[in-house]
């Protein structure tokens, strides 16, 4: 979101889901769409086999959507800035780029120019491993298409240069013109069904609702005044990372934790698990007892999707209206309740009957959903920004103007991820989803069809790499970083490239993050999950 706020003015999907089916060049970064994005996934097959769209993947990791692509770039793990520098570099120089768009609709494209000047197809190869020829083909393919649609996931923000990645990618899209039009644009497609409507809600340590600045002085007096406070605190909060640092040092003294499972999905979770105990009060608010909530002071018990009423903003900035379709069990309750109940007793009243209420208040006060009622919700999703109630919605952004005005070209440089390979740690380790699960496996692994086709985390390793170590298909090994050891089953794939190995995150028993780095992007506060150090040991 940091990276296209600041070169759009807006951090969303600036295209429709329906759309990318309209694309005729599709550009799909850091993103294993067939496993993490199935429904998505159907989109780039139909574009494909049905409308003759031309497919790029730029992967470290052989996905099925690498295996059906045109052209498939496969960089080293943590050097996608200098192949997107040298896929713009290859535009610039063959006269690809769009340059009326550029002129009309941009600025700073001189500054973006001399930055990606020096990176050559072979300099490109020579840092990141890409064939010179390969990187030339795909930046022609994207560079002469009519419509070029980018689409990528945590494969390019999960970097300590993740912020700098998607200044990149919104590059080429600035570059060649692939925005505010129909079956083009740059798209992330968000992790699950409500972190957009997450985001849009101010659940970020810098923006009340809408993306409205805490550090405005006149919306804090909105918001102030809405909430019948005599002010609200102008100073911005602390990312995730910050919180977990500040409970180990004294600094965070209580932490209230709603659906997140941090003892699985952050970073180095032995560090994680030290900090949270260092805590002088934890409360955690799930729908499960996780392996976070295990260490909590305090559990109270939320409800599922299907047991209460609201709305998701889903990953094309749809609000769609969520309805209760069984009673909450036992004493659990929706989030809303038990938050106002909660509020009441700390001498603050919210006086909401319902969720719909809650819209209400959030339409008043954030232009984007200004338009978004309950009764329009029933007969459809809305995407904002709807300023109005007679308004339609937006199917895409930026259309005639962008919403910081001018699109804003960002040069930025290639730096090495924190953690390399190196004598003792010789691996690259990535991490990432399987189909069969989600996330930290709250749900998902309570789900016995599921268990049975995907029972175990496996670590991938590249045959001659495997042959290498005499490690066999099915063996457990002893995967060691810097931060700790897991013993995970090996599945001997060359869905990896020799010198890398991948891990999922799915399960508590092998927990990828005990191994992860936690070192963070200095913007967005992205730990780099996809590039970490480590060596295979047989048992």
């Known amino acids: ?31 294993n769409t067939t496993e993490a994005h199935p429904v998505i996934a159907t989109r780039v097959h139909k574009a494909k086999t049905r409308n003759g769209a031309k497919l790029i993947v730029i992967d470290p990791r052989k996905t099925e959507m690498a295996a059906r692509a045109d052209i498939w770039l496969r960089p080293y793990p943590g050097t996608n800035v200098a192949v997107f520098n040298g896929l713009l570099h290859v535009i610039i120089a063959e006269g690809l780029t769009d340059d009326e768009f550029i002129a009309r609709r941009t600025e700073n494209f001189a500054a973006v120019k001399e930055a990606v000047a020096p990176y050559t197809p072979e300099e490109v190869e020579r840092i990141s491993g890409v064939p010179a020829a390969d990187l030339v083909a795909a930046a022609r393919l994207y560079g002469q298409a009519e419509r070029g649609s980018i689409l990528y996931t945590m494969g390019v923000t999960q ?4 912020t700098e990645g998607v200044l990149a990618v919104a590059n080429l899209a600035l570059a060649t013109g692939n925005l505010g039009k129909e079956g083009t ?44 406070v005599p002010e609200l605190p102008g100073k911005e909060g602390l990312k995730i990372g910050e919180i977990i640092e500040g409970a180990g040092a004294g600094k965070v003294r209580a932490l209230y934790i709603m659906g997140e499972n941090p003892m699985l999905s952050d970073p180095d979770i032995t560090h994680v698990e030290a900090c949270l105990k260092n805590l002088d009060f934890l409360v955690v608010q799930d729908i499960f007892l996780t392996e976070t909530a295990q260490l909590a002071d305090v559990v109270l018990p939320a409800v599922s999707f299907a047991e209460k009423e609201g709305t998701f903003t889903n ?13 909450p069990r036992g004493r659990a309750k929706p989030d809303w309740e038990i938050i106002s109940a909660l509020a009441a007793r700390m001498g603050y009243e919210m006086n909401y009957e319902g969720p719909e209420d809650i819209m209400a208040e959030i339409a008043a006060l954030t232009p984007s959903y200004a338009g978004i009622t309950y009764p329009r919700l029933e007969k459809g999703g809305l995407q904002w920004p709807c300023p109005d109630k007679e308004h339609p919605g937006t ?12 699109g804003l070209f960002n040069p930025v440089v290639y730096k090495p991820s924190a953690e390399l390979p190196d004598e003792e740690y010789p691996f690259y380790l990535t991490t990432g989803r399987i189909l069969y699960h989600y996330h930290t496996g709250t749900m998902s692994r309570r789900v016995e069809g599921l268990n049975a086709i995907a029972p175990c985390g496996l ?12 490690i066999k298909d099915g063996d457990v090994v002893r995967v060691v970083s810097r931060r700790g050891s897991i013993m995970p089953q090996v599945e001997i794939t060359d869905r990896v490239a020799p010198g890398v190995v991948f891990l999922n995150f799915h399960y508590k028993e092998v927990a990828a993050n005990t191994l992860t780095n ?22």
């Open 1 to 31: 979101m940091a990276g296209l706020a600041t070169a759009f003015g807006s951090g969303a999907m600036t295209n429709s889901i329906e759309e990318i089916e309209k694309a005729n060049v599709i550009l799909a970064v850091g993103t």
């Open 159 to 162: 970097h300590t240069t993740g």
């Open 185 to 228: 644009g740059v798209n992330p497609l968000r992790g699950q069904n409500n972190v957009q409507g997450a985001c849009d809600m101010g659940a970020l340590p810098n923006f009340f609702t809408g993306y409205q600045k805490v550090t405005d002085s006149a919306v804090r007096e909105k918001f102030a005044r809405a909430w019948g």
């Open 315 to 327: 990953t094309e900035r749809r609000i769609s209206r969520v309805r209760r379709a069984v009673r």
């Open 395 to 406: 199917k895409y952004l930026h259309k005639g103007k962008f919403a910081r005005g001018l």
């Open 459 to 470: 670590l991938e390793i590249n045959p001659s790499d495997a042959c290498q170590l005499d």
């Open 518 to 539: 936690a070192v963070y992007d200095p913007i967005s506060g992205i730990p780099e999950y996809k590039v970490s150090a480590v060596r295979v040991e047989r048992r």
